[in-house]
């Protein structure tokens, strides 16, 4: 694993993240999970923990448990606990949350994803359902907090790597490229404004060939934004106490967006020692083969199956195959244009550009694009057989895109038909090098630039309409001649 | 005329079948007695009264009580229509304040019925209000009550035992033709047995845990407390069966007629008598009349067979490990937030946590919270907590041995018969050790079952325990069914009630 | 084994509990006595013994029984709210909670 130091110091991450499942109830419980509600109005006496209650399991949890199992490649485990992991909080209403410990229902798998060029994979040593906590609020209270138990008993899956990232970049990757996965196979909405999916770093250094650190945990991290700027303050940060001789105290930190700073929480005493047992309430969960083989069936094409896919059918490099899969919509626009047009490449090239760069810049997803696949379809058809040039392309697109009409209509309208009539290009380059005798002899004793001189003469000349290939052509040609 | 206190369930059923009286007027007779046997929060049940009821509300009850007339009139009626039940306050109730024995509920008021008292209701029956019990079901004597020490009806210097020491004493006194308790480590068997009346713990999972307060979630199992197996049998029949949608924990097997064997005979009956039953620490006044009741048995055709249940004296540290450990965890929700009682003016959140809990809590539950969190923690939890999971498996697997030999087993229920109220109060663990015969079929989430034998010492009565294999109520009743037939103690009166 | 003072601090701490000293030397002394009882436990062998957490499980397979996906529990807040000690706007008040 390669990876750049940092002022000589490896960095060693790895990552919590809780998952919040799109179940339509909770884990334990029939209230609704709907985000936004009035306070405690989804909180049942169950969620209240009232007198008496006792949790009852969610199969809808359970199915999508296995779904993110069959997804990562991991085990999903025949039998598995829940466990009551101890402590009193205000948000906590039984004073323990019912998680799993030793046998969690996911075991091992791997997530891949590509950090620049390189290819990376982060192991997972598990995935566990637990319930969620309910929230406190204490802005509008002076000197207490409201507690909301709404989203007390949302079902979490938590999903926990090896420490295997090496870098703030990386665990970007490997976070979105898992949002991607959980969104892909709709098991959570990834929403991570409203907390779908929040992310925990453990961050430690040491220099390379050393033991591990000891590590602190960046608790809460919502933005793929504010997760880089974190880790590279927390690592920078611990490196400064290092130097400066002070060992590393095991912590739980917050980032603060707005001075861009990790700081210590208020430490718990015994924070550690949650009295893990069995919950008595609830017998072992047990999934047999069946199941996991219909859910494996009734499952829609994993993205890196996906990727793997566009590679050998549409002979796409990785990287595109990749960006394209980035999620199910992309994909399959990208694969309706590239079967409308049989240009899987070219396809690609607009849908990584252009199509990108404007979505990007606006809402953001593929489904908002104004121009449909077929529309896209015939404007690469035109460019891959000569009629416009790319940069007509870019044109037309761009009318497109503001909804002027359709494609041939437009290269009409605008007459961008590219010139393909290669006497009347002859006659042109002819006049081109009659014109710049300079360029020529430039060109003749060596000079690169001077052909890329001549080639704009003549596209000047034709008005733009000319087919580039072919005035490359014409002139080497005329000019070998 | 029989007075209608004298009368059995079943029969106050057919007498309100009949309409030879009404639900209305049958509510305001025990209402009447039960209002003279109320306890107080934090001090002694006043006069003669034995402290059994912690809450009434006549209005509650007499609109039930018209509801099942009214049922009665319309030929709708249950099988049980109009007959009068008192929950133990573990069990939550929307008409009726629970408070769990606790003052950390004391006025606390549950938006929904625990399945058990649902059941009940669904089969005609009227609530009388709730009954005494030790805080969250944990303790031997009634004594860890935030209310009134309950007295026992057969002598009012002694406990009624517990934890449904309420229950025991209401029926035993009767105020109440049928009580609901709950047994964890014995606490329906054992009052049963202290104060002369009838009581069964199904086997786990048979009822229904949803709003039964929980003390040890893998050990507590509702159950009927009334003056006869014939009784037991009607009522453990309303109130067993599957409760899926809320009870994880509730077994997946059909509700049963549990009086369909009573009749059957007793000859050829198999009655395994453990060694260890039988031991040094059984007083002479309890093993007299259980050995006559043995006999008894013998005459009515059963043939003992001597056995052994090896890890009987190891019940005690077992359960006294396990039950804490799950009790600890349970009872964290108290914790001032959502319900039940908070510390006024706590200068912080961790010091409303610790006051609240402190002043909510009496000095038992505070040990066995103590006790199960030690347990449970870290460093610890291999030696004790799930040592004790191991040797739990074993005491199963030592019953299962037994009964390859037996149909039922029988012994006593405690070592002694009820004793003096304050005298084991500075000794938790003298109590503890008192619930060795109760504790391995609790472990094992056998059925128990008690049923009174004669008296001993003072002429307090003494109950004979008999326990079966998973799923053998029937069996059960039937054999204490049959004894109750050749033998008059269950009918036999404290002689302190009116 | 038997516990110390701190040990019962340590322990009331997590239990959330406040003793007086008076109380945590009592409790100190109780629950030392119970754990003499505790001791025969320890030393009895139960290699290859699997614990029980379900007694039933020595009578049948249990299995998690698992519900449907269903939202049904309406909106109670008022009575599930109706002993709460501390209320306002549909929130339940506690002393500042500080991260």
């Given at each position: 694993?390669?990876?750049?130091?940092?002022?000589?110091?490896?960095?060693?991450?790895?990552?919590?993240?809780?998952?919040?499942?799109?179940?339509?109830?909770?884990?334990?419980?029939?209230?609704?999970?709907?985000?936004?509600?009035?306070?405690?109005?989804?909180?049942?006496?169950?969620?209240?923990?009232?007198?008496?209650?006792?949790?009852?399991?969610?199969?809808?949890?359970?199915?999508?448990?296995?779904?993110?199992?069959?997804?990562?490649?991991?085990?999903?485990?025949?039998?598995?606990?829940?466990?009551?992991?101890?402590?009193?909080?205000?948000?906590?209403?039984?004073?323990?949350?019912?998680?799993?410990?030793?046998?969690?229902?996911?075991?091992?798998?791997?997530?891949?994803?590509?950090?620049?060029?390189?290819?990376?994979?982060?192991?997972?040593?598990?995935?566990?359902?637990?319930?969620?906590?309910?929230?406190?609020?204490?802005?509008?209270?002076?000197?207490?907090?409201?507690?909301?138990?709404?989203?007390?008993?949302?079902?979490?899956?938590?999903?926990?790597?090896?420490?295997?990232?090496?870098?703030?970049?990386?665990?970007?990757?490997?976070?979105?490229?898992?949002?991607?996965?959980?969104?892909?196979?709709?098991?959570?909405?990834?929403?991570?404004?409203?907390?779908?999916?929040?992310?925990?770093?453990?961050?430690?250094?040491?220099?390379?060939?050393?033991?591990?650190?000891?590590?602190?945990?960046?608790?809460?991290?919502?933005?793929?934004?504010?997760?880089?700027?974190?880790?590279?303050?927390?690592?920078?940060?611990?490196?400064?106490?290092?130097?400066?001789?002070?060992?590393?105290?095991?912590?739980?930190?917050?980032?603060?967006?707005?001075?861009?700073?990790?700081?210590?929480?208020?430490?718990?005493?015994?924070?550690?020692?949650?009295?893990?047992?069995?919950?008595?309430?609830?017998?072992?969960?047990?999934?047999?083969?069946?199941?996991?083989?219909?859910?494996?069936?009734?499952?829609?094409?994993?993205?890196?199956?996906?990727?793997?896919?566009?590679?050998?059918?549409?002979?796409?490099?990785?990287?595109?195959?990749?960006?394209?899969?980035?999620?199910?919509?992309?994909?399959?626009?990208?694969?309706?244009?590239?079967?409308?047009?049989?240009?899987?490449?070219?396809?690609?090239?607009?849908?990584?550009?252009?199509?990108?760069?404007?979505?990007?810049?606006?809402?953001?997803?593929?489904?908002?694009?104004?121009?449909?696949?077929?529309?896209?379809?015939?404007?690469?058809?035109?460019?891959?057989?000569?009629?416009?040039?790319?940069?007509?392309?870019?044109?037309?697109?761009?009318?497109?895109?503001?909804?002027?009409?359709?494609?041939?209509?437009?290269?009409?309208?605008?007459?961008?038909?590219?010139?393909?009539?290669?006497?009347?290009?002859?006659?042109?380059?002819?006049?081109?090098?009659?014109?710049?005798?300079?360029?020529?002899?430039?060109?003749?004793?060596?000079?690169?630039?001077?052909?890329?001189?001549?080639?704009?003469?003549?596209?000047?000349?034709?008005?733009?309409?000319?087919?580039?290939?072919?005035?490359?052509?014409?002139?080497?040609?005329?000019?070998?001649? | 005329?029989?007075a209608l206190h004298d009368l059995?369930?079943?029969?106050?059923?057919?007498?309100?079948?009949?309409?030879?009286?009404?639900?209305?007027?049958?509510?305001?007779h025990f209402?009447a007695r039960a209002a003279q046997h109320t306890?107080?929060?934090?001090?002694?049940a006043?006069g003669a009264s034995n402290g059994a009821f912690?809450?009434?509300?006549?209005?509650?009850?007499?609109?039930?009580?018209?509801?099942?007339?009214?049922?009665?009139?319309?030929?709708?009626?249950?099988?049980?229509?109009?007959?009068?039940?008192?929950?133990?306050?573990?069990?939550?109730?929307?008409?009726?304040?629970?408070?769990?024995?606790?003052?950390?509920?004391?006025?606390?008021?549950?938006?929904?019925?625990?399945?058990?008292?649902?059941?009940?209701?669904?089969?005609?029956?009227?609530?009388?209000?709730?009954?005494?019990?030790?805080?969250?079901?944990?303790?031997?004597?009634?004594?860890?009550?935030?209310?009134?020490?309950v007295r026992n009806p057969w002598d009012a210097?002694r406990?009624p035992?517990?934890?449904?020491?309420g229950?025991a004493a209401a029926v035993a006194a009767r105020l109440t033709p049928?009580?609901?308790?709950?047994?964890?480590?014995?606490?329906?068997?054992?009052?049963?047995?202290?104060c002369g009346i009838?009581?069964?713990?199904?086997?786990?999972?048979?009822?229904?845990?949803?709003?039964?307060?929980?003390?040890?979630?893998?050990?507590?199992?509702?159950?009927?407390?009334?003056r006869?197996?014939?009784?037991?049998?009607?009522?453990?029949?309303?109130?067993?069966?599957?409760?899926?949608?809320?009870?994880?924990?509730?077994?997946?097997?059909?509700?049963?007629?549990?009086?369909?064997?009573?009749?059957?005979?007793?000859?050829?009956?198999?009655?395994?008598?453990?060694?260890?039953?039988?031991?040094?620490?059984?007083?002479?006044?309890?093993?007299?009349?259980?050995?006559?009741?043995?006999?008894?048995?013998?005459?009515?055709?059963?043939?003992?067979?001597?056995?052994?249940?090896?890890?009987?004296?190891?019940?005690?540290?077992?359960?006294?490990?396990?039950?804490?450990?799950?009790?600890?965890?349970?009872?964290?929700?108290?914790?001032?937030?959502?319900?039940?009682?908070?510390?006024?003016?706590?200068?912080?959140?961790?010091?409303?946590?610790?006051?609240?809990?402190?002043?909510?809590?009496?000095?038992?539950?505070?040990?066995?919270?103590?006790?199960?969190?030690?347990?449970?923690?870290?460093?610890?939890?291999?030696?004790?907590?799930?040592?004790?999971?191991?040797?739990?498996?074993?005491?199963?697997?030592?019953?299962?041995?037994?009964?390859?030999?037996?149909?039922?087993?029988?012994?006593?229920?405690?070592?002694?018969?009820?004793?003096?109220?304050?005298?084991?109060?500075?000794?938790?663990?003298?109590?503890?050790?008192?619930?060795?015969?109760?504790?391995?079929?609790?472990?094992?989430?056998?059925?128990?079952?008690?049923?009174?034998?004669?008296?001993?010492?003072?002429g307090?009565p003494?109950?004979?325990?008999?326990?079966?294999?998973?799923?053998?109520?029937?069996?059960?009743?039937?054999?204490?069914?049959?004894?109750?037939?050749?033998?008059?103690?269950?009918t036999r009166q404290p002689g302190a009630t009116a | 084994?038997?516990?110390?003072?701190?040990?019962?601090?340590?322990?009331?701490?997590?239990?959330?509990?406040?003793?007086?000293?008076?109380?945590?030397?009592?409790?100190?002394?109780?629950?030392?006595?119970?754990?003499?009882?505790?001791?025969?436990?320890?030393?009895?062998?139960?290699?290859?013994?699997?614990?029980?957490?379900?007694?039933?499980?020595?009578?049948?397979?249990?299995?998690?029984?698992?519900?449907?996906?269903?939202?049904?529990?309406?909106?109670?807040?008022?009575?599930?709210?109706?002993?709460?000690?501390?209320?306002?706007?549909?929130?339940?008040?506690?002393?500042?909670?500080?991260?």
């Amino acid at each position: 694993m390669s990876a750049k130091l940092v002022q000589g110091y490896e960095v060693v991450i790895g990552f919590e993240t809780h998952a919040q499942l799109s179940t339509q109830s909770k884990i334990f419980s029939r209230a609704p999970t709907a985000f936004g509600a009035e306070p405690n109005t989804q909180a049942c006496a169950v969620d209240l923990a009232l007198p008496g209650t006792l949790p009852v399991m969610n199969k809808g949890a359970v199915e999508r448990a296995i779904e993110l199992g069959l997804a990562v490649g991991a085990h999903v485990a025949e039998r598995s606990v829940f466990a009551r992991k101890n402590y009193f909080y205000p948000d906590l209403p039984k004073g323990y949350q019912i998680s799993q410990f030793e046998i969690p229902v996911v075991q091992g798998g791997a997530v891949e994803f590509y950090l620049g060029d390189e290819k990376k994979t982060v192991r997972l040593v598990r995935a566990h359902l637990e319930e969620d906590a309910g929230k406190s609020l204490h802005e509008d209270f002076i000197g207490q907090s409201g507690i909301d138990l709404n989203r007390a008993g949302t079902p979490l899956l938590e999903i926990v790597t090896e420490p295997d990232i090496r870098s703030s970049e990386e665990a970007v990757a490997y976070a979105k490229e898992l949002h991607k996965i959980v969104t892909w196979i709709g098991i959570c909405d990834g929403n991570m404004q409203e907390g779908s999916f929040r992310c925990d770093a453990n961050v430690s250094v040491r220099k390379p060939g050393q033991p591990l650190g000891t590590r602190r945990e960046i608790k809460n991290l919502n933005s793929f934004k504010f997760m880089q700027q974190a880790i590279d303050f927390e690592v920078r940060w611990q490196i400064d106490q290092i130097e400066d001789g002070h060992a590393i105290q095991q912590a739980t930190v917050l980032f603060d967006p707005d001075t861009g700073e990790t700081r210590a929480m208020r430490t718990k005493e015994d924070a550690a020692d949650y009295r893990y047992f069995p919950d008595p309430d609830l017998p072992p969960l047990v999934i047999d083969r069946d199941w996991v083989e219909r859910v494996k069936s009734q499952m829609s094409e994993l993205p890196r199956v996906m990727a793997a896919r566009f590679v050998s059918d549409y002979g796409l490099p990785d990287y595109d195959a990749t960006t394209l899969t980035q999620s199910k919509a992309m994909a399959a626009y990208f694969e309706a244009v590239a079967q409308a047009c049989q240009q899987p490449k070219l396809a690609s090239n607009w849908l990584m550009g252009e199509v990108s760069r404007r979505l990007n810049a606006g809402d953001g997803s593929i489904e908002a694009c104004p121009v449909s696949a077929a529309q896209l379809a015939a404007l690469v058809g035109r460019i891959a057989d000569g009629t416009i040039s790319n940069n007509a392309g870019k044109q037309v697109f761009d009318a497109l895109w503001k909804g002027e009409g359709e494609v041939d209509a437009l290269i009409e309208a605008k007459g961008l038909k590219q010139m393909n009539d290669s006497g009347a290009l002859d006659k042109i380059v002819e006049e081109v090098l009659a014109a710049n005798a300079d360029n020529v002899a430039q060109y003749k004793a060596g000079k690169e630039k001077a052909f890329n001189a001549l080639v704009g003469q003549v596209m000047k000349a034709s008005k733009g309409k000319a087919n580039p290939q072919q005035v490359n052509e014409a002139l080497k040609a005329k000019l070998a001649g | 005329m029989t007075a209608l206190h004298d009368l059995s369930v079943a029969a106050l059923a057919a007498e309100l079948r009949a309409k030879r009286v009404s639900a209305v007027e049958t509510a305001q007779h025990f209402l009447a007695r039960a209002a003279q046997h109320t306890a107080r929060l934090g001090a002694p049940a006043e006069g003669a009264s034995n402290g059994a009821f912690v809450a009434l509300n006549e209005d509650a009850t007499l609109a039930q009580a018209r509801a099942a007339d009214a049922r009665l009139a319309a030929g709708t009626a249950g099988r049980l229509e109009g007959v009068p039940i008192a929950h133990k306050d573990i069990f939550v109730t929307r008409d009726f304040p629970t408070t769990a024995g606790s003052k950390m509920l004391s006025n606390y008021r549950s938006p929904f019925d625990a399945t058990v008292v649902a059941r009940l209701a669904s089969e005609g029956m009227v609530t009388l209000g709730k009954l005494n019990c030790d805080e969250f079901a944990m303790g031997s004597g009634n004594e860890n009550s935030a209310w009134s020490a309950v007295r026992n009806p057969w002598d009012a210097s002694r406990i009624p035992g517990g934890s449904s020491g309420g229950s025991a004493a209401a029926v035993a006194a009767r105020l109440t033709p049928a009580a609901t308790g709950t047994d964890t480590g014995g606490s329906i068997r054992q009052p049963a047995s202290f104060c002369g009346i009838t009581g069964i713990k199904p086997t786990y999972g048979r009822a229904s845990r949803y709003g039964m307060i929980a003390y040890a979630s893998s050990l507590d199992q509702a159950g009927p407390m009334a003056r006869s197996a014939e009784d037991c049998a009607l009522l453990l029949s309303a109130l067993c069966g599957p409760d899926p949608d809320r009870d994880s924990t509730s077994l997946d097997v059909p509700a049963e007629d549990f009086s369909r064997d009573l009749q059957r005979p007793l000859q050829g009956l198999r009655v395994g008598i453990p060694a260890e039953f039988f031991g040094e620490g059984l007083a002479a006044d309890v093993r007299v009349p259980i050995e006559a009741a043995l006999q008894a048995l013998v005459d009515q055709g059963a043939v003992l067979v001597p056995l052994h249940l090896p890890r009987t004296e190891l019940a005690i540290p077992v359960y006294y490990i396990l039950a804490p450990a799950e009790a600890s965890s349970n009872l964290s929700r108290f914790d001032g937030v959502k319900f039940g009682h908070r510390t006024k003016n706590p200068a912080d959140l961790i010091d409303m946590y610790k006051k609240t809990r402190a002043e909510g809590f009496g000095d038992e539950v505070k040990r066995r919270i103590m006790i199960g969190t030690y347990v449970l923690s870290h460093g610890y939890y291999d030696a004790y907590y799930l040592q004790a999971q191991k040797i739990r498996r074993m005491i199963a697997s030592d019953f299962q041995q037994a009964f390859t030999q037996c149909d039922v087993i029988a012994g006593p229920v405690a070592p002694t018969v009820a004793w003096k109220i304050g005298e084991k109060s500075d000794d938790p663990v003298a109590n503890y050790l008192a619930d060795i015969f109760t504790l391995p079929a609790s472990l094992a989430g056998l059925p128990g079952l008690s049923l009174p034998c004669g008296l001993g010492a003072g002429g307090m009565p003494v109950g004979l325990q008999l326990i079966g294999n998973y799923l053998s109520e029937a069996r059960l009743l039937n054999v204490a069914h049959q004894y109750q037939t050749a033998t008059d103690w269950h009918t036999r009166q404290p002689g302190a009630t009116a | 084994m038997s516990l110390n003072a701190s040990e019962i601090q340590r322990i009331a701490n997590l239990a959330r509990l406040e003793l007086t000293p008076d109380q945590s030397e009592r409790m100190l002394t109780q629950i030392n006595s119970f754990f003499e009882i505790v001791e025969q436990m320890r030393a009895v062998d139960t290699t290859g013994i699997e614990p029980l957490a379900h007694p039933v499980a020595v009578m049948q397979d249990i299995a998690l029984r698992l519900r449907e996906d269903i939202a049904s529990e309406p909106n109670q807040r008022e009575a599930n709210q109706q002993s709460a000690p501390a209320v306002e706007r549909g929130l339940f008040l506690v002393p500042k909670v500080i991260e």
